[in-house]
């Protein structure tokens, strides 16, 4: 038996000692992570200082935001994505769909909708429509951004609808402060399919878990489904980078290098479509894994950097932890099936019993004490996520490989193509 030989040929004790280890990390960092976490409104709040006593009416007087929706072959959920926002309650709003050259009905189906009349009904919001040649996402938005006239850019993905007080709420935390950026509460809409939900469960702690990167203001994840942005932002430190595929990773990285404040706005919440099926899963977890890999190899000068704006947290221990564990799936494999080996032949289930309740308190803690309208069908698959999980590791066990691969054939990824059932079916 290949685990076997492998187990022999490497020592039992060596290998069950790294698993312990690796489970010390992991839950050392979740400790971290949840006691942290109770700063977070806390911290949020002086940024709400000034905006606390002032109408919403004042700000929009004052403030423009413009939400800028790239699509390439989105006809399923664009029109569900145009709608949430003429449903905002944040008024002065210009909203710009930029179409990179769909080749299906994407462009039909917008002009159809605009071309109704009570689309676009309204004294205050304002729909641009903008078609251009295949160029990537990173095009799409820097070509939304350089026509928009908005002092807040929102960027948001077209599979994505924002609740009607997302941006409303977030644009409070910009109003005469010093924030540069901030990302959105992003949750998952699927929950007809097991891995819809086990997607929801991901998202709800992985979220929960931006309250910290918020405290430490160390966020470098200002994901496309719901990013704020000053406008001064992208006149300072540039536009999106068109060569990398996750452009969303590298700019808010890009933004932490130069000591840009950056919060995770919890009452600010959009519900995406995940992928539905595991091939689909696996186009976005590669995209998501060459692109932050392209992002450390661009920015590996934050890792351990002691530049005065760089933020400790950051470089000392959220990179680097991230790298550690990007590394450790190229090993994963290995250690599950030393685990089911040991398991087997030893009958001590003590050991994984002890970490399946202590990840299972982590997952509950999170949907309890964490955002509103988290879902409840996804809380009771909970006590099973310890397994389902293994899903989603696999799929960035392949991911992690295949990244490598790509990068040593000097190879990219393109615009992520899947099947898109629309948020009103998921």
């Given at each position: 038996?290949l685990?076997?030989?492998?187990?022999?040929?490497?020592?039992?004790?060596?290998?069950l000692?790294?698993?312990?280890?690796?489970?010390i990390?992991?839950?050392?960092?979740?400790?971290?992570?949840?006691?942290?976490?109770?700063?977070?409104?806390?911290?949020?709040?002086?940024?709400?200082?000034a905006?606390?006593?002032?109408?919403?009416?004042?700000i929009?007087?004052?403030?423009?935001?413009?939400?800028?929706?790239?699509?390439?072959?989105?006809s399923v959920?664009?029109?569900?994505?145009?709608?949430?926002?003429?449903?905002a309650?944040y008024?002065?709003?210009?909203?710009?769909?930029?179409?990179?050259?769909?080749?299906?009905d994407?462009?039909?189906?917008?002009?159809?909708?605009?071309n109704?009349?009570?689309?676009?009904?309204?004294t205050?919001?304002?729909?641009?429509?903008?078609?251009?040649?295949?160029g990537?996402k990173?095009?799409?938005?820097?070509?939304?951004?350089?026509?928009?006239?908005?002092?807040?850019?929102?960027?948001?993905?077209?599979?994505?609808?924002?609740?009607?007080?997302?941006?409303?709420?977030a644009?409070?935390y910009?109003?005469?402060?010093?924030?540069?950026?901030?990302?959105?509460?992003?949750?998952?809409?699927?929950?007809?399919?097991?891995?819809?939900?086990?997607?929801?469960?991901?998202?709800?702690?992985?979220?929960?878990?931006?309250?910290?990167?918020s405290?430490?203001?160390?966020?470098?994840?200002i994901?496309?489904?719901?990013g704020?942005?000053?406008?001064?932002?992208?006149?300072?430190?540039?536009?999106?980078?068109?060569?990398?595929?996750?452009?969303d990773?590298?700019?808010?990285?890009?933004?932490?290098s130069?000591?840009?404040?950056?919060?995770?706005l919890?009452?600010?919440?959009?519900?995406?479509?995940?992928?539905?099926?595991?091939?689909?899963?696996?186009?976005?977890r590669?995209?998501?894994?060459?692109g932050?890999?392209?992002?450390?190899?661009?920015?590996?000068n934050?890792?351990?950097?002691?530049?005065?704006?760089?933020n400790?947290?950051?470089?000392?221990?959220?990179?680097p932890?991230?790298?550690?564990?990007?590394?450790e799936?190229?090993?994963?494999p290995?250690?599950t099936?030393?685990?089911?080996?040991y398991?087997?032949?030893?009958?001590?289930?003590?050991?994984?019993?002890?970490?399946i309740?202590?990840?299972?308190?982590?997952?509950?803690?999170?949907?309890?004490f964490?955002?509103?309208?988290?879902?409840?069908?996804?809380?009771?698959?909970?006590?099973?996520?310890?397994?389902?999980?293994?899903?989603?590791?696999?799929?960035?066990?392949?991911?992690?490989?295949?990244?490598?691969?790509?990068?040593y054939?000097?190879?990219?990824?393109v615009?992520?193509s899947?099947?898109?059932?629309?948020?009103s079916?998921v």
């Amino acid at each position: 038996m290949l685990t076997y030989s492998l187990a022999k040929f490497m020592g039992e004790d060596l290998i069950l000692n790294i698993i312990y280890i690796l489970a010390i990390i992991t839950a050392s960092k979740y400790v971290l992570y949840i006691i942290s976490s109770i700063l977070y409104r806390k911290h949020n709040q002086k940024y709400l200082k000034a905006s606390k006593h002032v109408s919403i009416k004042k700000i929009e007087d004052e403030i423009k935001v413009s939400v800028i929706i790239p699509a390439w072959n989105e006809s399923v959920g664009i029109i569900h994505c145009i709608k949430s926002l003429l449903l905002a309650t944040y008024h002065n709003l210009e909203i710009i769909v930029v179409n990179d050259g769909s080749t299906d009905d994407t462009d039909e189906v917008v002009k159809i909708f605009l071309n109704q009349e009570h689309a676009h009904a309204t004294t205050t919001k304002t729909i641009s429509y903008v078609y251009k040649s295949n160029g990537g996402k990173g095009s799409a938005l820097n070509e939304g951004i350089k026509i928009s006239t908005g002092q807040i850019i929102v960027t948001m993905d077209a599979d994505t609808i924002f609740e009607p007080d997302a941006i409303k709420n977030a644009v409070r935390y910009f109003y005469k402060t010093d924030l540069d950026a901030a990302v959105g509460n992003v949750k998952i809409a699927n929950s007809k399919s097991l891995l819809g939900i086990i997607q929801q469960i991901e998202y709800t702690v992985g979220f929960y878990f931006k309250r910290t990167h918020s405290v430490f203001n160390s966020e470098y994840i200002i994901g496309g489904a719901f990013g704020v942005f000053r406008r001064d932002v992208f006149e300072k430190y540039g536009y999106f980078d068109e060569s990398i595929k996750t452009e969303d990773i590298e700019l808010s990285t890009r933004l932490q290098s130069y000591g840009c404040n950056i919060l995770y706005l919890e009452d600010s919440i959009a519900h995406t479509e995940g992928p539905a099926y595991i091939r689909d899963l696996m186009k976005q977890r590669l995209r998501w894994k060459k692109g932050r890999l392209d992002t450390f190899i661009k920015h590996k000068n934050l890792f351990f950097s002691t530049h005065k704006d760089h933020n400790k947290f950051l470089t000392f221990y959220l990179l680097p932890i991230t790298l550690f564990y990007e590394v450790e799936l190229l090993f994963e494999p290995l250690f599950t099936a030393f685990g089911a080996y040991y398991l087997v032949t030893t009958g001590n289930f003590q050991p994984v019993l002890i970490w399946i309740l202590f990840t299972m308190f982590i997952y509950i803690y999170t949907f309890i004490f964490g955002s509103k309208k988290n879902s409840k069908k996804a809380f009771f698959y909970r006590r099973f996520y310890f397994f389902l999980s293994y899903i989603l590791t696999f799929v960035e066990v392949y991911a992690m490989y295949e990244s490598l691969r790509l990068y040593y054939v000097k190879k990219d990824v393109v615009w992520q193509s899947w099947t898109r059932i629309g948020l009103s079916n998921v």
